[in-house]
Nanobody, 124 residues
Framework: QVQLVESGGGLVQAGGSLRLSCVASGRISTNHWMAWFRQAPGKEREFVGAVSRSGGDAYYSDFIKGRFTISRDNAKNTMYLQMDSLKPEDTAVYYC?????????????????WGQGTQVTVSS
């Protein structure tokens, strides 16, 4: 069992930045892919981006590229989401997720461990 805890959310003005963290514990290992998803009010949860087991490769949704950066520090069992140039439409609860396979990195159903989420609110 893998436990994930997100932090770093908050209220920020449009154009600002936030850095989210996700600390993993339990049976987490470098075999786990880790990802960020988000869910805005009234919308389905959507893929933001994922980072490979080694942290050497990151994959992003098209609407994120160039503004967000995902990184991972396996020594600290922590994944980060650096969010720059934030827009009001980025307002959502951001969730950390982990899975042990490389299949379907953007598919919610393949992730078996989830954090409780952290709220990000971007004001205009």
């Amino acid at each position: 069992q893998v436990q994930l805890v997100e932090s770093g959310g908050g209220l920020v003005q449009a154009g600002g930045s936030l850095r989210l963290s996700c600390v993993a514990s339990g049976r987490i290992s470098t075999n786990h892919w880790m990802a960020w998803f988000r869910q805005a009010p009234g919308k389905e949860r959507e893929f933001v981006g994922a980072v490979s087991r080694s942290g050497g490769d990151a994959y992003y949704s098209d609407f994120i590229k160039g503004r967000f950066t995902i990184s991972r520090d396996n020594a600290k069992n922590t994944m980060y989401l650096q969010m720059d140039s934030l827009k009001p439409e980025d307002t959502a609860v951001y969730y950390c997720a982990a899975k042990a396979t490389a299949q379907g990195i953007a598919v919610i159903q393949f992730y078996d461990s989830w954090g409780q989420g952290t709220q990000v609110t971007v004001s205009s």
